[in-house]
């Protein structure tokens, strides 16, 4: 179904094309990048290989573009975003269609991420009009010395060209989130899709196209990260990076110029199990949190620790849930699919491997069929195993029996990593004590780690990010103040 139907401009031959000024368009490189079928591992499909010019060509058209959308009035820019919404809900089949081919994402979750990303449109356009539209007065006088002579309007304005770059695990949601703030707050978007996943991604640009937005406005540009990312990403004409990924997104930190930078980078989610908790419930939230989507979520639960008195019984409700857990391929909506390549397969099982050589304990048989992995549950984990610490990306989940809550307080602090993290306990007061200690950006209480709903902040600290998305927090951040200030020849005080 992909390139078919409404979608066929999209394809040159076999080659899937970019998109700049409004148009598909084929790229003069010459040459393409192939996406495998993480579950066939047989080829795909094929995305342009772009070129430096192109690059150069998608910011030119982006900075034209968005002098003439940021005189788009509000009520406008959302009315766009609507029938974006609108557009993409009609279209999820196809959409969703490409994820399972392309990121082995079974069709029941690939339909969801489609859908959750036309919510977050919608809900972006109404959130948008109403913070964009408010702006500050300021009196002078409070400030020592000063009569009342100065008025400031302090109101928002758009940054110009924001780079969004997806990861591929949720290559349209994670492309939206970024979009749908930019474009309502008056920027314009060069997208860069992952390769794997960005078939999907284009499919969704061209829902962009059909939903009649300015031509440039959103210029979609594809090719490995490897070869066009540092190019793109230290482009004198953008004017914000919006990343989600892993540790590229440090490195692309590190190069970017003096613009402003929103980082969704790794996670490695600690979930600690108290000795009061209730241990059906925290089973089944992280049987749900570890092995969703085969644990390629950045908020899977990746490492759980439980008290050692009540680490007998958790372990045996999980096991009991892992052998419900179907395992095959995504269009048979299977829980378990293939993970999305062989270098990622072959990490996972380096890190399976290390934890068995140094006594960790696997209560699954290893089980591996080309990028198809059984779930694990890894008990019985140490500190000197890249497990305890490193994120997986996979259906395996390291246990760590803790002496006291402080040990597993340490474990979580200890990682580079502070995404999220979770406490199972039935004591609030103990729950909201250790939810302060865990330094992470967001600590779940009695539930498994997640990003949802689109509208609560999402931040990771340390090397898990800069800044906060979520649909309020990336709107005011896709967005600069800008003060007018009124100088009265004379002191004025209202009714005085
Ligand atoms: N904190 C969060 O919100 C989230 C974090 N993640 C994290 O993402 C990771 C998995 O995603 P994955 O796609 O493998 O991550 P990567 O970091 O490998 O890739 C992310 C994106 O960066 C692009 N890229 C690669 N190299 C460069 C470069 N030099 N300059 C600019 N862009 C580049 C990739 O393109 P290409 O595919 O062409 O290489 C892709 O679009 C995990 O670590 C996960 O935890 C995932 C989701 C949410
Ligand atoms: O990148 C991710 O892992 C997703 O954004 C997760 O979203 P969720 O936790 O709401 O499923």
């Known amino acids: 179904m992909a390139g078919q139907g409404v979608f066929k401009d999209l394809l040159d031959g076999d080659v899937f094309k970019y998109y700049v000024d409004g148009a598909w ?5 010459g040459k393409s990048v192939g996406i ?54 009609d279209q999820k089949i196809t959409i969703a ?10 069709m029941k979750d690939a339909m969801v991420e489609v859908v959750r990303s036309g919510d977050l449109i919608d809900y972006t356009a109404e959130e948008g009009i109403r913070i964009l539209s408010e702006g500050k007065f ?47 707050a008056g920027n314009s978007v060069l997208l860069k899709p992952p390769t794997q996943g960005a078939v999907a991604t284009l499919h969704m640009v061209h829902c962009i196209h059909m939903a009649g937005f300015p031509n440039g406005l959103v210029n979609a540009i594809t090719g490995k990260g490897s070869e066009i990312g540092d ?21 692309i930190s590190k190069k970017a110029g003096m613009i402003p930078l929103q980082m969704e980078l790794g996670g490695k989610d600690t979930c600690l199990v108290l000795e009061d908790a209730d241990l059906e419930l925290a089973a089944t939230h992280i049987v749900k949190g570890g092995y969703s989507y085969s644990g390629q979520r950045c908020t899977a639960v990746k490492v759980v620790c439980v008290m050692e008195s009540v680490a007998d019984e958790l372990v045996k409700k999980i096991n009991e849930k892992i052998k419900k857990l179907t395992v095959g391929m995504p269009e048979k909506d299977c829980d378990i699919t293939p993970v999305i390549s062989e270098t990622s397969a072959n990490f996972i099982q380096g890190l399976v491997e290390d934890a068995k050589e140094k006594g960790a304990k ?5 089980k591996r069929e080309g990028n198809l992995i059984w779930p694990v549950l ?16 996979g259906p395996v989940l390291p246990i760590i029996r803790i002496k006291s809550v402080e040990e597993g307080i340490h474990h979580c602090n200890a990682n580079n990593f502070a995404l999220q993290g979770c406490v199972f306990t039935k004591n609030i007061d103990k729950a909201i004590m250790i939810s302060d200690a865990m330094e992470s950006g967001t600590i779940q209480i009695n539930a498994a780690p997640a990003r949802g709903p689109d509208h609560f902040p999402f931040q990771g600290l340390r090397d898990s990010g800069i800044g906060s998305q ?13 003060s007018t200030v009124i100088n009265l020849p004379g002191p004025s005080y209202s009714m005085g």
């Not at 002078?140 to 009569?147: L, Q, R, V, Y």
């Not at 230290?234 to 892993?246: A, D, M, V």
């Not at 890894?378 to 997986?392: H, Q, S, T």
């Open 25 to 29: 368009t084929p790229t003069t490189s």
């Open 36 to 89: 495998i079928n993480p579950s066939t591992l047989k080829s795909l499909f094929k995305i342009s290989a772009c070129t430096q010019d192109e690059v150069n060509k998608c910011v030119d058209s982006c900075k034209a573009a968005q002098k003439l959308w940021a005189k788009v009035p509000l009520w406008k820019r959302a009315e766009h975003l609507h029938k974006l919404a609108a557009i993409m809900k």
């Open 97 to 106: 269609d490409c994820l399972v081919k392309e990121v082995a994402k079974c």
């Open 138 to 184: 300021l009196t002078s006088d409070p400030f020592p010395g000063n009569e009342r002579n100065k008025y400031c309007l302090a109101s928002k304005i758009p940054l110009g060209v924001v780079l969004a770059i997806p990861p591929f695990n949720y290559p349209v949601n994670l492309a939206v989130s970024k979009i749908g703030p930019a474009l309502i």
């Open 231 to 251: 190019y793109t990403t230290t482009h004198p004409g953008i004017n914000c990076i919006s990343f989600t990924g892993g540790d590229t997104g440090i490195a």
């Open 362 to 366: 696997l209560h699954q048989e290893w």
């Open 378 to 393: 890894i008990d019985k984990v140490l500190p000197d195993m890249r497990i305890a610490w490193e994120e997986p990306f």
């Open 470 to 482: 979520g649909i309020i927090n990336s709107i005011n951040m896709m967005c600069k103040t800008k």
